[in-house]
Protein backbone atom coordinates (compact mmCIF):
# COMPACT_ATOMS: atom_id res chain seq x y z
CA UNK A 1 0.00 0.00 0.00
CA UNK A 2 2.95 2.62 0.88
CA UNK A 3 4.13 2.32 -3.11
CA UNK A 4 0.45 3.18 -3.76
CA UNK A 5 -0.19 5.91 -1.63
CA UNK A 6 3.66 7.35 -2.21
CA UNK A 7 3.03 7.37 -5.97
CA UNK A 8 -0.54 9.20 -5.30
CA UNK A 9 1.51 11.76 -3.66
CA UNK A 10 3.72 12.63 -6.39
CA UNK A 11 1.17 12.41 -8.82
CA UNK A 12 -1.07 14.78 -6.56
CA UNK A 13 1.86 17.34 -6.94
CA UNK A 14 1.90 16.45 -11.28
CA UNK A 15 -1.31 17.28 -11.44
CA UNK A 16 -2.13 20.41 -9.34
CA UNK A 17 0.91 21.75 -8.08
CA UNK A 18 1.62 23.99 -10.66
CA UNK A 19 -1.84 25.92 -10.56
CA UNK A 20 -1.15 25.99 -6.63
CA UNK A 21 2.44 27.07 -6.75
CA UNK A 22 1.71 30.14 -8.97
CA UNK A 23 -1.12 31.24 -7.12
CA UNK A 24 0.30 30.68 -3.83
CA UNK A 25 3.47 33.40 -4.92
CA UNK A 26 0.57 35.88 -6.38
CA UNK A 27 -0.43 35.91 -2.05
CA UNK A 28 0.26 39.15 -0.06
CA UNK A 29 2.12 37.04 2.45
CA UNK A 30 4.78 36.53 4.58
CA UNK A 31 8.39 34.73 3.83
CA UNK A 32 6.93 30.90 4.89
CA UNK A 33 4.67 31.21 2.19
CA UNK A 34 6.69 32.89 -0.71
CA UNK A 35 9.32 30.15 -0.10
CA UNK A 36 6.97 27.10 -0.11
CA UNK A 37 5.75 28.93 -3.42
CA UNK A 38 9.22 28.54 -4.72
CA UNK A 39 9.71 25.32 -3.37
CA UNK A 40 6.57 24.17 -6.21
CA UNK A 41 7.87 25.33 -8.84
CA UNK A 42 11.51 24.37 -10.68
CA UNK A 43 14.95 25.25 -10.60
CA UNK A 44 15.41 27.94 -13.73
CA UNK A 45 18.77 25.92 -14.47
CA UNK A 46 20.79 24.56 -11.48
CA UNK A 47 19.84 23.60 -8.22
CA UNK A 48 17.39 21.90 -6.32
CA UNK A 49 14.06 22.22 -5.11
CA UNK A 50 11.16 19.88 -4.05
CA UNK A 51 9.30 20.50 -7.47
CA UNK A 52 12.54 19.19 -8.73
CA UNK A 53 12.37 15.87 -7.10
CA UNK A 54 8.05 15.33 -8.46
CA UNK A 55 9.48 13.65 -11.82
CA UNK A 56 12.66 11.73 -10.64
CA UNK A 57 10.57 10.03 -7.80
CA UNK A 58 7.99 8.56 -9.93
CA UNK A 59 11.26 7.01 -12.35
CA UNK A 60 12.26 5.85 -9.18
CA UNK A 61 9.00 4.27 -7.98
CA UNK A 62 8.65 2.79 -11.54
CA UNK A 63 11.85 0.62 -10.49
CA UNK A 64 10.26 -0.36 -6.76
CA UNK A 65 7.43 -2.15 -8.99
CA UNK A 66 9.68 -3.36 -11.36
CA UNK A 67 10.70 -5.95 -8.11
CA UNK A 68 7.22 -6.72 -7.47
CA UNK A 69 5.65 -7.06 -10.86
CA UNK A 70 8.55 -8.67 -13.08
CA UNK A 71 9.80 -11.00 -9.86
CA UNK A 72 6.47 -12.72 -9.77
CA UNK A 73 5.63 -13.02 -13.80
CA UNK A 74 9.50 -14.49 -14.47
CA UNK A 75 9.17 -17.20 -11.38
CA UNK A 76 5.88 -18.10 -12.62
CA UNK A 77 6.08 -17.83 -16.71
CA UNK A 78 9.61 -17.33 -17.44
CA UNK A 79 11.96 -14.84 -18.97
CA UNK A 80 10.57 -15.02 -22.18
CA UNK A 81 6.95 -13.64 -21.36
CA UNK A 82 8.81 -11.21 -18.97
CA UNK A 83 9.69 -9.75 -21.75
CA UNK A 84 7.55 -9.86 -24.24
CA UNK A 85 5.50 -7.99 -21.50
CA UNK A 86 8.17 -4.89 -20.80
CA UNK A 87 8.75 -3.95 -24.59
CA UNK A 88 4.69 -4.35 -25.21
CA UNK A 89 4.14 -1.83 -22.32
CA UNK A 90 7.29 0.29 -23.25
CA UNK A 91 6.17 0.53 -26.80
CA UNK A 92 2.59 1.58 -25.59
CA UNK A 93 3.49 4.14 -22.69
CA UNK A 94 5.94 5.49 -25.53
CA UNK A 95 2.80 5.82 -27.96
CA UNK A 96 0.90 7.49 -25.09
CA UNK A 97 3.69 10.01 -24.65
CA UNK A 98 3.45 10.99 -28.23
CA UNK A 99 -0.51 11.28 -28.03
CA UNK A 100 -0.15 13.28 -25.12
CA UNK A 101 1.81 16.26 -26.61
CA UNK A 102 -0.50 16.51 -29.32
CA UNK A 103 0.18 13.51 -31.09
CA UNK A 104 0.35 14.52 -35.32
CA UNK A 105 -1.28 17.56 -34.91
CA UNK A 106 1.46 20.13 -35.74
CA UNK A 107 2.66 17.37 -38.73
CA UNK A 108 5.82 14.78 -38.51
CA UNK A 109 7.99 17.78 -37.21
CA UNK A 110 5.84 18.70 -34.47
CA UNK A 111 6.18 15.64 -32.92
CA UNK A 112 7.62 15.64 -29.89
CA UNK A 113 9.42 12.39 -29.56
CA UNK A 114 10.84 12.61 -26.22
CA UNK A 115 8.88 13.78 -23.58
CA UNK A 116 7.94 13.06 -19.83
CA UNK A 117 6.18 9.59 -20.55
CA UNK A 118 8.38 8.57 -23.53
CA UNK A 119 10.89 9.21 -20.63
CA UNK A 120 8.84 6.62 -18.68
CA UNK A 121 8.75 4.16 -21.02
CA UNK A 122 12.04 3.89 -21.76
CA UNK A 123 13.21 3.83 -17.94
CA UNK A 124 10.60 1.16 -17.66
CA UNK A 125 12.22 -0.78 -20.59
CA UNK A 126 15.76 -0.65 -20.12
CA UNK A 127 15.17 -1.50 -16.31
CA UNK A 128 12.80 -4.08 -16.82
CA UNK A 129 15.10 -5.88 -19.17
CA UNK A 130 18.02 -5.28 -16.83
CA UNK A 131 16.09 -6.91 -13.95
CA UNK A 132 15.20 -9.99 -16.21
CA UNK A 133 18.72 -10.76 -17.19
CA UNK A 134 21.26 -9.29 -14.72
CA UNK A 135 22.50 -10.09 -11.29
CA UNK A 136 21.96 -7.29 -8.96
CA UNK A 137 25.84 -6.69 -8.70
CA UNK A 138 25.78 -6.53 -12.50
CA UNK A 139 23.03 -3.45 -11.87
CA UNK A 140 24.66 -1.71 -9.60
CA UNK A 141 27.72 -2.04 -12.02
CA UNK A 142 25.96 -0.87 -14.78
CA UNK A 143 24.05 2.31 -12.62
CA UNK A 144 27.79 3.30 -11.58
CA UNK A 145 29.42 2.91 -15.05
CA UNK A 146 26.38 5.15 -16.48
CA UNK A 147 26.95 7.96 -13.90
CA UNK A 148 30.64 8.31 -13.86
CA UNK A 149 30.39 7.96 -18.06
CA UNK A 150 27.76 10.55 -18.52
CA UNK A 151 29.85 12.84 -16.10
CA UNK A 152 32.80 12.11 -18.25
CA UNK A 153 31.14 13.02 -22.15
CA UNK A 154 29.86 16.33 -20.47
CA UNK A 155 33.10 17.23 -18.34
CA UNK A 156 36.33 16.21 -20.99
CA UNK A 157 34.51 15.90 -24.73
CA UNK A 158 34.48 18.97 -26.12
CA UNK A 159 31.33 20.76 -27.80
CA UNK A 160 32.31 21.85 -31.26
CA UNK A 161 32.98 25.70 -30.73
CA UNK A 162 32.67 25.95 -27.34
CA UNK A 163 34.86 23.47 -25.21
CA UNK A 164 34.56 20.74 -22.69
CA UNK A 165 33.22 21.10 -19.25
CA UNK A 166 30.67 23.61 -19.77
CA UNK A 167 27.21 23.23 -18.27
CA UNK A 168 25.75 26.01 -18.74
CA UNK A 169 22.18 25.77 -21.10
CA UNK A 170 22.97 25.56 -24.61
CA UNK A 171 26.78 24.96 -24.46
CA UNK A 172 26.86 21.34 -22.88
CA UNK A 173 26.84 18.33 -25.41
CA UNK A 174 23.40 17.08 -23.97
CA UNK A 175 22.00 19.88 -25.86
CA UNK A 176 23.82 20.30 -28.36
CA UNK A 177 23.52 16.26 -29.20
CA UNK A 178 19.32 17.29 -29.17
CA UNK A 179 20.30 20.49 -31.32
CA UNK A 180 22.41 18.16 -34.15
CA UNK A 181 20.44 14.11 -33.46
CA UNK A 182 16.96 15.09 -32.30
CA UNK A 183 14.19 15.87 -34.10
CA UNK A 184 10.64 17.47 -34.59
CA UNK A 185 9.93 19.49 -31.45
CA UNK A 186 11.77 20.15 -28.95
CA UNK A 187 10.68 21.67 -25.26
CA UNK A 188 13.55 24.58 -25.10
CA UNK A 189 13.64 25.67 -28.23
CA UNK A 190 17.00 23.30 -30.19
CA UNK A 191 17.10 20.65 -26.91
CA UNK A 192 14.95 19.29 -24.50
CA UNK A 193 14.83 18.49 -21.01
CA UNK A 194 13.87 14.60 -21.63
CA UNK A 195 16.38 14.66 -24.59
CA UNK A 196 18.64 11.76 -25.75
CA UNK A 197 21.42 11.89 -23.65
CA UNK A 198 20.26 12.64 -20.28
CA UNK A 199 18.06 9.54 -21.02
CA UNK A 200 20.94 7.19 -19.91
CA UNK A 201 21.76 8.93 -16.15
CA UNK A 202 17.84 8.47 -16.05
CA UNK A 203 18.35 4.81 -16.28
CA UNK A 204 19.84 5.03 -13.27
CA UNK A 205 16.52 6.84 -11.07
CA UNK A 206 14.73 3.45 -12.06
CA UNK A 207 17.76 0.80 -11.03
CA UNK A 208 17.91 2.79 -7.66
CA UNK A 209 14.04 2.02 -7.42
CA UNK A 210 15.08 -1.49 -8.38
CA UNK A 211 17.98 -1.65 -5.37
CA UNK A 212 14.75 -0.34 -2.86
CA UNK A 213 12.32 -2.68 -4.10
CA UNK A 214 14.69 -5.90 -3.51
CA UNK A 215 15.66 -4.60 -0.27
CA UNK A 216 11.80 -4.10 0.89
CA UNK A 217 11.61 -7.80 -0.53
CA UNK A 218 14.07 -9.32 1.74
CA UNK A 219 12.73 -11.50 4.21
CA UNK A 220 15.58 -11.81 6.00
CA UNK A 221 14.92 -8.74 7.56
CA UNK A 222 12.07 -7.13 9.51
CA UNK A 223 10.08 -4.19 8.69
CA UNK A 224 11.96 -2.00 11.09
CA UNK A 225 15.45 -3.33 9.92
CA UNK A 226 14.39 -2.80 5.92
CA UNK A 227 13.54 0.72 7.22
CA UNK A 228 16.49 2.04 9.04
CA UNK A 229 18.48 0.12 5.94
CA UNK A 230 16.30 2.58 3.53
CA UNK A 231 17.53 5.89 5.68
CA UNK A 232 21.23 4.78 5.78
CA UNK A 233 20.96 4.24 1.47
CA UNK A 234 18.73 8.16 1.24
CA UNK A 235 21.44 9.73 3.34
CA UNK A 236 24.16 8.50 1.81
CA UNK A 237 22.91 8.82 -1.96
CA UNK A 238 22.24 12.55 -0.84
CA UNK A 239 26.01 12.85 0.45
CA UNK A 240 27.50 11.82 -2.52
CA UNK A 241 24.98 13.59 -4.68
CA UNK A 242 25.54 17.42 -2.83
CA UNK A 243 29.02 16.55 -3.02
CA UNK A 244 29.94 16.07 -6.53
CA UNK A 245 27.80 18.87 -7.42
CA UNK A 246 30.41 20.86 -6.43
CA UNK A 247 31.92 20.49 -9.54
CA UNK A 248 29.03 18.77 -11.36
CA UNK A 249 26.09 20.95 -10.47
CA UNK A 250 23.07 19.78 -10.00
CA UNK A 251 20.85 20.49 -13.02
CA UNK A 252 17.20 18.44 -13.74
CA UNK A 253 16.88 19.41 -16.85
CA UNK A 254 20.32 17.50 -18.33
CA UNK A 255 19.79 15.00 -15.66
CA UNK A 256 23.45 15.44 -14.16
CA UNK A 257 24.70 12.54 -12.33
CA UNK A 258 24.46 14.63 -9.06
CA UNK A 259 21.10 15.15 -9.70
CA UNK A 260 20.05 11.68 -10.25
CA UNK A 261 21.79 10.84 -6.58
CA UNK A 262 20.36 13.61 -4.65
CA UNK A 263 17.15 12.82 -6.47
CA UNK A 264 17.38 9.53 -5.71
CA UNK A 265 18.30 9.76 -1.72
CA UNK A 266 15.63 12.00 -1.16
CA UNK A 267 13.26 9.29 -3.19
CA UNK A 268 14.03 6.67 -0.89
CA UNK A 269 14.03 8.64 2.44
CA UNK A 270 9.97 9.48 0.99
CA UNK A 271 9.60 5.73 0.45
CA UNK A 272 10.72 4.77 3.89
CA UNK A 273 8.59 7.33 5.74
CA UNK A 274 5.90 6.27 3.42
CA UNK A 275 6.90 2.10 4.19
CA UNK A 276 7.17 2.94 7.75
CA UNK A 277 4.08 4.73 8.79
CA UNK A 278 1.96 2.40 6.42
CA UNK A 279 3.39 -1.29 5.86
CA UNK A 280 5.08 -1.40 8.82
CA UNK A 281 3.35 0.67 11.17
CA UNK A 282 0.05 -0.29 9.65
CA UNK A 283 -1.04 3.45 9.84
CA UNK A 284 -3.14 3.60 7.04
CA UNK A 285 -6.18 5.97 6.87
CA UNK A 286 -4.74 9.26 6.23
CA UNK A 287 -3.39 8.08 3.00
CA UNK A 288 -6.15 6.30 1.42
CA UNK A 289 -7.10 9.16 -0.99
CA UNK A 290 -3.27 8.62 -1.97
CA UNK A 291 -3.88 5.45 -3.00
CA UNK A 292 -7.25 6.67 -5.17
CA UNK A 293 -4.78 8.70 -7.26
CA UNK A 294 -1.92 5.82 -7.26
CA UNK A 295 -3.68 3.25 -8.39
CA UNK A 296 -4.70 5.18 -11.46
CA UNK A 297 -1.76 7.39 -12.07
CA UNK A 298 -1.90 7.12 -15.55
CA UNK A 299 -5.59 7.79 -15.89
CA UNK A 300 -5.33 10.70 -13.92
CA UNK A 301 -2.27 12.58 -15.97
CA UNK A 302 -3.53 11.70 -19.12
CA UNK A 303 -7.08 13.16 -18.33
CA UNK A 304 -5.47 16.24 -16.59
CA UNK A 305 -4.20 16.78 -19.96
CA UNK A 306 -7.26 16.37 -22.21
CA UNK A 307 -9.67 18.36 -19.57
CA UNK A 308 -9.06 21.84 -18.71
CA UNK A 309 -9.18 21.69 -14.80
CA UNK A 310 -9.34 25.08 -14.09
CA UNK A 311 -12.14 25.76 -16.61
CA UNK A 312 -14.23 23.12 -14.70
CA UNK A 313 -13.33 24.67 -11.37
CA UNK A 314 -14.56 27.92 -12.45
CA UNK A 315 -17.77 26.56 -13.12
CA UNK A 316 -18.03 26.00 -9.10
CA UNK A 317 -16.38 28.84 -7.96
CA UNK A 318 -16.57 31.42 -10.50
CA UNK A 319 -16.12 35.20 -11.04
CA UNK A 320 -17.96 36.68 -8.44
CA UNK A 321 -16.98 34.36 -5.46
CA UNK A 322 -12.74 34.95 -6.57
CA UNK A 323 -13.52 38.17 -6.48
CA UNK A 324 -15.05 38.19 -2.90
CA UNK A 325 -12.05 35.58 -1.26
CA UNK A 326 -9.55 38.06 -3.18
CA UNK A 327 -11.23 41.43 -1.11
CA UNK A 328 -12.52 39.91 1.76
CA UNK A 329 -9.56 37.30 2.69
CA UNK A 330 -6.45 38.28 0.47
CA UNK A 331 -5.50 39.29 -2.86
CA UNK A 332 -5.33 36.67 -5.39
CA UNK A 333 -6.77 34.07 -2.78
CA UNK A 334 -9.63 33.23 -5.32
CA UNK A 335 -6.73 31.60 -7.81
CA UNK A 336 -5.48 29.76 -4.81
CA UNK A 337 -9.10 28.68 -3.72
CA UNK A 338 -9.81 27.57 -7.64
CA UNK A 339 -6.58 25.25 -7.72
CA UNK A 340 -7.44 23.72 -4.52
CA UNK A 341 -11.05 22.58 -6.32
CA UNK A 342 -9.48 21.68 -9.21
CA UNK A 343 -6.73 19.08 -6.87
CA UNK A 344 -10.01 18.09 -5.26
CA UNK A 345 -11.89 17.30 -8.69
CA UNK A 346 -8.64 14.69 -9.49
CA UNK A 347 -9.17 13.77 -5.77
CA UNK A 348 -12.98 12.99 -6.81
CA UNK A 349 -12.43 11.47 -9.87
CA UNK A 350 -9.79 8.88 -8.69
CA UNK A 351 -12.20 7.91 -5.91
CA UNK A 352 -14.87 7.42 -7.99
CA UNK A 353 -12.67 4.77 -10.35
CA UNK A 354 -11.01 3.13 -7.39
CA UNK A 355 -14.50 2.48 -5.49
CA UNK A 356 -15.69 0.62 -8.60
CA UNK A 357 -12.21 -1.30 -9.24
CA UNK A 358 -11.48 0.49 -12.71
CA UNK A 359 -8.37 0.63 -13.19
CA UNK A 360 -6.06 1.98 -16.94
CA UNK A 361 -3.46 -0.99 -17.21
CA UNK A 362 -0.88 -1.17 -20.52
Known amino acids: MSLDALRGFDMMWIVGAD ?28 GFRFYDMIFPLFVFMIGVAITFSLGKLVAREGQAVAVQRVLRRTALLYLLGIFYYKGLTNGFEGIRWLGVLQRLALCYGFTGLCYIFLKPRQMVGLAIGLLVGYWALLTFVPVPGIGAGDYTEGRNLTNWFDKQ ?72 KIWTSSFVLVAGGWST ?67 FVLAVVGLVLCFLICRFLHKRQLFLRL
Open 19 to 46: AMGHAMSKLSAGPVVKTLATQLDHVAWA
Open 181 to 252: FLPGFKWDGDHDPEGILSTFPAFVSCLLGVFAGRLIQDPTRTGSQKTVALVKWGVAALAVGYLWSLQFPLIK
Open 269 to 335: LFLAVFYYVIDVRQIRAWAVPFTWIGSNALTIYLISNLVDFDALSKRFVGKDIMNWLNTAVMPHFGE
